[in-house]
């Protein structure tokens, strides 16, 4: 062979794996868009001790990556056993592949949220990661869907859940959105897709959306999405006090709790935040349970 063909063949064999590789990846990262609804078995749903008119809520990005993940799960149970939420939104929940553990089935243990529906949102070859929803009280149905446009090395997407509560059945959607500011990337639509699947959940209640927005405060596309829906947000009765997330030395607050009035005819009454802060999570060695911070609050929902 002359030098130009076995250069060519040296470059050239790389990169058709390369390519191959990530075809294969593009194929295989879009999964099933049904959400898993299930009850974990032995998991009895611990006594409500707030008062009868309180729901205590929670939102915590578990971070999906392999590293040091059993003592990232207790740590995280502990931190969020003190909150004792009634229901639990979840982000960057991995699962199966290399992994042959079950964070769901895990938290919903240790926390007393026997009611579960999960939304593997990406297949990344070695694991699938997505969202979950975790209720004290019975999930009644669940939705999910994939965002339409997305950054070629990511997916995202929204899980709504609606649960019978004592309060009365109690519409809730987790979200993650991608991380890319700027409609060019396409942001905007998938705000405006969020906002679609409120409309219809709105007409028969209000509405409780939290998760991992990629956004913070002052974001062009978070507060257009802000104004047009007229969300309450959690941040504006109880300012918050740090970031929510920490990674390669940027601190950015991108968690949120919003909460979204009622529609519909008569209209429902409306849900207040009493109380509501950024979770500092305990570091144990030097490790913590996350790159992100949990929120929590605690909402007053009149029964309907």
């Known amino acids: 062979m002359t030098f130009r063909t076995t250069a060519a063949l040296i470059v050239g064999i790389p990169l058709l794996l390369v390519v191959g590789l990530l075809l294969t ?165 998938q705000f405006h897709a969020l906002e679609s699947a409120l409309q219809d959940l709105r007409k028969s209640g209000p509405v409780i959306v939290a998760g991992d927005f990629n956004a913070e405060p002052g974001d062009s596309e978070l507060e257009s999405f802000l104004a047009r829906s007229q969300a309450r947000n959690l941040y504006q009765s109880f300012p918050p006090q740090g970031e929510t997330r920490f990674t390669w030395g940027n601190e950015l607050l991108l968690d949120y709790i919003l909460v979204f009035d009622s529609t519909g005819k008569p209209a429902h009454p409306a849900y207040q935040f009493k109380s509501g802060n950024i979770v500092k999570t305990q570091e144990v060695n030097g490790l913590l349970a996350s790159d992100h911070l949990p929120v929590s609050a605690v909402l007053n929902v009149p029964s309907t």
Do not use: C
């Not at 929940?93 to 529906?117: C, E, F, K, W």
């Open 25 to 189: 990846y593009w194929s295989f990262r879009r999964y099933d868009t049904t959400a898993i609804v299930r009850e974990l078995p032995h998991a009895p749903s611990t006594p409500v001790t707030s008062s009868e008119s309180d729901l205590k809520i929670a939102t915590f990005n578990l971070y999906f990556s392999p590293a040091d993940r059993k003592a990232r799960f207790e740590i995280a149970a502990q931190t969020l056993a003190a909150l004792s939420p009634d229901i639990l939104f979840l982000q960057e929940v991995a699962t199966g592949g290399i992994h042959n553990d079950d964070p769901i089935q895990y938290l919903g243990s240790q926390l007393g949220l026997p009611y579960t529906t999960y939304f593997p949102v990406e297949n990344l070859l070695l694991f699938k990661q997505g969202l979950a929803i975790l209720s004290r009280y019975p999930i009644e149905s669940s939705t999910a869907r994939v965002f339409e446009k997305n950054q070629p090395i990511e997916t995202k997407g929204y899980l709504a859940a609606s649960i019978r509560t004592p309060h009365g059945l109690i519409h809730t959607i987790d979200v993650h959105l991608m991380n890319a500011p700027g409609a060019r990337f396409g942001k905007d639509t």
